[in-house]
């Protein structure tokens, strides 16, 4: 930045010595053709108008380079306004598959739910018919039991 800065000063500089040499030309072109002496107020009032006019030539160049800066800053903004316009699409966006998302585990839950409860039934009815099945070998070996106990007689 500071390259830059040095850069419009030492133009506008070099302008300064351009429009002073074109002041002093034109000065000396009104000696020469129009007048041997120049009066005092005379001469004050062209070194006041070759002042303003050098200040007015400044005060543009600062326009243009405040125009310039306009510009970019306009730029700027409208770039950080689409990145922001991205960034919330994306979050927008990012949310939807996060319900999404929340919604098959929810579901899926359910699922598991479901094939829990019917595991449970599934262990209830083996373990009921364990038992129908122990108590049926009971059952067999209290009768085969007498069956022996009287064969054997």
């Known amino acids: 930045m500071d390259e830059k800065v040095k850069g419009e000063r030492w133009s506008g500089a070099m302008t300064n010595l351009s429009e002073m040499g074109a002041n002093l030309e034109s000065l000396q072109k009104i000696l020469l053709t129009k007048a041997v002496f120049v009066d005092d107020d005379t001469f004050a009032k062209a070194s006041l108008a070759a002042d303003q006019a050098r200040t007015i030539k400044l005060l543009e160049q600062r326009v243009h380079t405040l125009e310039?800066?306009?510009?970019?800053?306009?730029?700027?903004?409208?770039?950080?306004?689409?990145?922001?316009?991205?960034?919330?699409?994306?979050?927008?966006?990012?949310?939807?598959?996060?319900?999404?998302?929340?919604?098959?585990?929810?579901?899926?839950?359910?699922?598991?739910?479901?094939?829990?409860?019917?595991?449970?039934?599934?262990?209830?009815?083996?373990?009921?018919?364990?038992?129908?099945?122990?108590?049926?070998?009971a059952i067999i070996q209290t009768l085969g039991g007498k069956e022996s106990i009287s064969t054997s007689l």
């Open 68 to 137: 310039r800066e306009l510009d970019a800053a306009i730029s700027a903004a409208a770039r950080a306004r689409s990145e922001k316009r991205q960034a919330e699409s994306s979050q927008k966006s990012a949310e939807l598959r996060a319900q999404e998302v929340t919604k098959e585990l929810e579901n899926t839950t359910k699922v598991f739910e479901l094939h829990m409860e019917e595991l449970r039934s599934k262990q209830e009815e083996i373990t009921k018919r364990d038992n129908d099945i122990k108590l049926l070998e």
